[in-house]
């Protein structure tokens, strides 16, 4: 039983591989704020300052559409295969595969890895942002 839900755990870890869990992660902390305190009558109510988002021309965004379809293939091709695994360690010789092909991917579609990031990291932040990016995925 405990071996199965190892295998569980890492089929889960390798269903986006890092590039991808950076940014589920981006996702689900999009949603969130904390609740700002409130400030005196008197004083002005300040906005808090936005972090500048990186800016990225149409070419790298085609790109990374592609990158980005090839790297849920391979999530997709390698999930079955994690979750059949007979134990944790063939698991985490899948996973470690499945991430080096997602790698190889993603450089291959002329994404530096870092910036694949960059705007996975953009999508969980800027719904508007993903939704123009993963209009650009499905039109591919």
Same mark, same amino acid.
């Given at each position: ?7 569980? !755990? %890492? =089929?889960?870890?390798?269903? /986006? ?13 999009? /949603? ?5 305190? +409130? ?5 002005? +109510? #300040? ?10 021309? $149409? ?9 980005? !379809? ?10 079955? @295969? ?6 944790? @360690?063939?698991?985490?010789? %899948?996973?470690? #595969?499945?991430? $080096?092909? &997602?790698?190889? =991917? ?17 999508? /969980? +932040? ?9 209009? &650009?995925?499905? !039109?591919?």
């Amino acid at each position: 039983m405990e071996t199965r839900t190892i295998v569980t !755990n %890492l =089929a889960a870890a390798a269903a /986006g591989g890092i590039l991808i869990l950076a940014s589920q992660f981006a996702m689900a902390q999009g /949603g969130y704020q904390q609740p700002q305190q +409130q400030q005196p009558q008197q004083q002005p +109510q #300040q906005q808090p300052a936005q972090p500048a988002q990186p800016s990225f021309d $149409e070419a790298t965004l085609e790109r990374f559409a592609g990158a980005w !379809n090839e790297v849920q293939d391979i999530r997709d091709q390698y999930m079955g @295969e994690i979750q059949a695994a007979d134990d944790a @360690e063939e698991a985490q010789a %899948l996973q470690q #595969q499945a991430q $080096e092909k &997602m790698v190889d =991917a993603v450089t291959e579609a002329g994404v530096e890895v870092s910036e694949y990031n960059e705007i996975a990291t953009r999508m /969980g +932040q800027d719904p508007e942002f993903a939704e123009r990016v993963m209009s &650009m995925a499905q !039109n591919r």
